[in-house]
């Protein structure tokens, strides 16, 4: 584990998380986040091989509903909210496929 | 120093349970209250910055609403008309809900969370957004992506976080209690930097439906308010099972009349971990708040047992490992597309995603977004993620043992109490301070921050009590009594 949090590559994370970051935020970012993992290296040092983890505070089994129809939120409620609306009814995003693959297709 | 403090509840009453009295005897109306505390805010917010916004009209007509209610003999609960200001992560219907985030600006809730929907039913009035650090990342609410909010027992001093605006709106009177939530300690410290009451609920008791999810595994919604009396009361209100949150327990809901069972000192064991003595950083005064308290227990002739939480140093490592990941997963739908600030300066779809969240989310939350995501990533997850959860695991079982030893264990709330702006500025610092907080999150126990002192610069200081799973009536008991005993001296 040592290495691997020397080694961190700002950059390549941003990228998986989507964001956009400017130089000093690349430098300032690796600095804070190397030394939150040097600290959390502790945990390598315990044996913990034979426990196993907990993903939840309370052990929680799947909730089934049954398959009965319900009342949903309106499309004018949910656009409401939308960054960009087409006629009232669609969110406007930009050009997913472009037209040269439509040709092709 | 400020004097913000030092004139509150001159006219107003300043809790929960005094109004509801008081409208009871037809002494007060929901408007008068309503109308007191928006002067107050007028008078005070701007040197506190507590709220985000406060929608007066719509305030004073639910409280209008409620007047006439009680006139026809038709109101809802006992507090029906009480106002209660309510942190902006929490859904209401139709107002903003911004998490006080630049890429929810101007986002309205199309529904209600079920806290709102069960405050709702008891005729309680939605009294303002409460300042917060951007989606509850951080400890001390600076990170607000709109403004910073001052704790009131001195202006220059931080109040706390994540839910400081809630904690401070309290302290200094513009509101009689507020809704919270606690991830890793965000209701119980602000609380103690306050010098009022914060209470985080049991894992599930409590609904996460139209909370904005921070770190599913660990948020829990809980009251904030002037005295216990009053957390027990707005706890009544908002638990209960709810069908709409798959985490949320069966039979979760509490009952404020069961306060009323018997309950004595003399029979009671507190425990005391002993690592919390030997946390790196505990300062002189909050060592001293916590003898304190201790002390008050043992001269009533309460058990006081010493217990080991042996995992503690592992805590803060596993639980930013674990928060931040869920972070990652959780924060990954603001991608500027359905809802929420887009910037497009480029018809790329990519160019959105990476262009809104870059403007959209402030320092803490990328630098908590980035760690998650490497945490996750592949050839790391084996390493960190899975470790943390399974360090989780001890940490849980840490707690189970102590808990076969006593009723409930006593603990500070944090190392330090409520330091001046700025001072306190390195992340991994900052993370560090939440170990008494935090192994609760993990563990999904309740416990409760009570004001116990001030430290020599005058800021408050609390003591935390901790509850095992579902514990809430002896730990509210045990807090209450506390309360009428200690006498927290005054601001120096």
């Known amino acids: 584990m040592d290495e691997k949090s020397q080694d961190v590559d700002i950059k390549h994370i941003a990228g998986l998380a989507r964001l956009n970051l400017n130089d000093s935020e690349i430098s300032r970012y690796e600095t804070d986040i190397n030394a939150v993992l ?40 949910v656009l409401d909210n939308a960054p960009d609306v087409l006629d009232d009814e669609l969110i406007k995003v930009p050009v997913v496929i472009s037209s040269n693959s439509e040709d092709s297709a | 120093m400020s004097t913000v403090q030092k004139f509150v509840f001159k006219h107003n009453p300043g809790t929960i349970h005094e109004a509801s009295d008081a409208l009871e005897t037809g002494d007060l109306s929901s408007v008068k209250l309503c109308e007191g505390l928006i002067d107050r805010i007028d008078s005070v917010d701007s040197e506190i910055n507590g709220f985000l916004s406060v929608d007066k009209d719509q305030i004073l007509e639910d409280a209008t609403a409620s007047d ?13 008309g009480i106002p209660i200001a309510i942190k902006d992560n929490i859904s209401v219907k139709d107002q903003t809900c911004g998490c006080a985030s630049k890429i929810l600006e101007g986002f309205a809730s199309p529904y209600n969370a079920t806290v709102i929907n069960n405050l709702r039913k008891n005729g309680v009035v939605c009294f303002g957004r409460t300042n917060m650090d951007e989606f509850a990342m951080g400890s001390t609410t600076e990170f607000s992506a709109y403004r910073k909010t001052s704790n009131p027992w001195d202006v220059g001093r931080v109040p706390g976080g994540s839910s400081g605006g809630s904690a401070a709106v309290i302290s200094s009177g513009q509101a009689l209690a507020a809704l919270g939530s606690d991830t890793g300690g965000s209701i119980r410290q602000p609380a103690s930097f306050c010098g009022v009451v914060g209470l985080k ?6 609904s996460r439906y139209g909370l904005v999810a921070f770190a599913s595994s660990l948020d829990q919604i809980g009251p904030i308010t002037r005295d216990v009396e009053d957390a027990s009361i707005l706890f009544e209100l908002i638990s209960g099972h709810d069908e709409l949150d798959s985490t949320s327990l069966p039979k979760s809901n509490f009952n404020y009349a069961d306060l009323h069972d018997e309950f004595d000192i003399n029979s009671l064991k507190i425990g005391i971990p002993k690592e919390f003595l030997e946390v790196q950083g505990l300062s002189t005064d909050v060592k001293g708040a916590f003898e304190k308290s201790i002390s008050i227990f043992k001269s009533h002739g309460c058990g006081i047992v010493e217990v080991t939480l042996p995992n503690l140093a592992y805590a803060v490592s596993s639980y930013y490992i674990i928060a931040t990941a869920e972070a990652s997963s959780n924060l990954s739908r603001f991608d500027g597309i359905r809802y929420g600030n887009r910037v497009d300066k480029s018809s790329d779809l990519l160019d959105i995603y990476l262009d809104s969240r870059e403007n959209g ?5 990328k630098r908590r977004i980035l760690l998650g995501t490497y945490v996750l990533s592949s050839g790391y997850y084996d390493a960190y993620y899975l470790r943390a959860q399974k360090m989780r695991t001890l940490i849980r079982d840490d707690f189970n043992k102590a808990f076969s030893a006593c009723d409930l264990l006593l603990s500070p709330v944090s190392p330090i109490s409520a330091y001046p702006f ?13 170990i008494y907080t935090i192994p ?10 009570v004001p116990t002192s001030f430290d020599g610069d005058g800021m408050p200081i609390g003591t935390q009590l901790i509850g095992n799973f579902m514990e809430e009536v002896k730990l509210l008991q045990a807090a209450s009594w506390f309360e009428s005993v200690n006498d927290i001296g005054k601001q120096t």
Request: aromatic share 4%; with cysteine; charged share 25%.
């Open chain 1, 38 to 77: 040097t600290h959390a290296e502790q945990l390598s040092k315990v044996d913990l091989s034979d426990v196993s983890p907990t993903a939840h505070a309370v052990s929680i089994t799947n909730v089934i509903r049954n398959d009965d129809e319900g009342v949903s939120m309106s499309r004018s409620n």
């Open chain 2, 68 to 80: 006439s209610r009680r006139k026809n003999g038709k109101e809802l609960s006992p507090y029906d």
């Open chain 2, 201 to 206: 609920p049991t894992y599930g008791r409590v």
């Open chain 2, 361 to 365: 989310f402030g320092e803490e939350v």
């Open chain 2, 422 to 434: 700025g001072s306190v500025s390195d992340p991994l610092q900052t993370y560090l301070s939440d």
């Open chain 2, 440 to 449: 609760v999150n993990l563990a999904g126990n309740c416990a409760i921050s």
